[in-house]
């Protein structure tokens, strides 16, 4: 069972908060937002089962942003409508959820080789990345698509318009996030490379290879 300090403060809020929407939403009948507020629910419950199912420890940071972010784009933009109260939301939404896919699609083909960079050069892990990330965007945009055939939402806004648009920022994005872990596996720090650490750190047994290689090269 996964250890209740392992999930932060942030998370625990927006839970309580997803919650009382949906319990409201369910007493005053307001269907979409009961559907909302759990679809918002069940997306932020996700990491952390999946970190319990494969024993990984994910960083506090990465754990709140994951929650922020579903609370900003179905909670915040549909349910109080900040889609239509700000243009740049589902852009600035997309950019950095896709940044955070790139480091997510990074990491965790790097964990699959265990660290092992012989098997798995840099280039090759950026790519993965970077094409992880993509197919996340495009997945997201099928969602939008079926929220709205199906429930009368509207997640796409102008449509195709609105589509491509996030597509580009999503690839933008995906590239930013995969490409920091390209500079983080040739040495070269910035201002994700303490997330990338930590996750490393947390989950230090998954990388043993990498471990090995290390106090290789110091000996």
Not at 4 to 14: K, L, N
Not at 109 to 134: E, K, N, R, T
Not at 155 to 163: A, I, P
């Amino acid at each position: 069972m996964i250890d209740r300090r392992d999930i932060p403060y942030t998370t625990w809020v927006i839970w309580g908060v997803l919650v009382a929407s949906a319990t409201w939403g369910l007493f005053s009948l307001h269907w979409t937002n009961t559907i909302v507020s759990i679809a918002a629910l069940l997306l932020t419950v996700l990491p952390v089962t999946f970190a319990e199912r494969y024993k990984i420890r994910l960083p506090l940071p990465f754990m709140a942003a994951i929650s922020i972010f579903v609370f900003s784009t179905l909670f915040l933009g549909e349910v109080f409508d900040f889609y239509e109260r700000f243009w740049w939301w589902d852009l600035v939404l997309h950019g950095i959820s896709a940044v955070g896919f790139g480091i997510v699609g990074f990491l965790f083909v790097f964990y699959l080789f265990q660290g092992d960079l012989y098997a798995a050069p840099p280039w090759a892990l950026a790519l993965f990345a970077f094409s992880f990330a993509v197919t996340i965007g495009t997945m997201w945009e099928i969602f939008e698509f079926a929220m709205d055939q199906s429930f009368g939402l509207n997640m796409q806004k102008s449509g195709l318009v609105d589509t491509m648009s996030d597509l580009i920022v999503d690839a933008c994005g995906a590239f930013i996030g995969s490409f920091s872990g390209f500079l983080w596996l040739k040495g070269i720090q910035h201002g994700l490379s303490p997330l990338i650490e930590e996750f490393v750190q947390r989950n230090r047994t998954g990388f043993h290879k990498l471990r090995r290689r290390d106090r290789t090269s110091s000996e």
